[in-house]
């Protein structure tokens, strides 16, 4: 998870499931509004749609940016 400093006493911080809607996965963080989070793994896989730009992923957040948005790093895609 390059770039990311992880406070493991952190209650709101941490690693979800989930699935990020994007045109492209070059990326590496993504504002609140792209990212749904979901229960597992196998949720994320099922509910992946490209044809949507749904991708399945592992991030870590959500962090607020230094422009105030609610933001989620990219540790994997699935």
């Known amino acids: ?12 911080l ?5 699935l990020i ?3 492209r996965k070059s990326r590496k963080r993504y504002p609140e509004g792209c990212v749904e989070i979901v ?5 994320a896989r099922a509910a992946a749609d490209s044809s949507r730009n ?7 957040g959500p962090s607020v940016s230094s ?7 990219l540790v ?3």
Do not use: C, G, N
Not at 39 to 43: G, I, M, R, T
């Open 54 to 60: 749904l991708h399945p992923a592992v991030v870590y």
């Open 67 to 73: 422009e105030s948005q609610r933001i989620y790093y």
């Open 39 to 43: 229960e597992s793994p196998d949720a």
């Open 14 to 18: 941490q690693e979800r499931f989930a």
């Open 21 to 23: 809607k994007t045109p």
């Open 1 to 12: 998870m390059p770039h990311v400093i992880v406070d493991p006493e952190s209650t709101s």
């Open 76 to 78: 994997r895609w699935l």
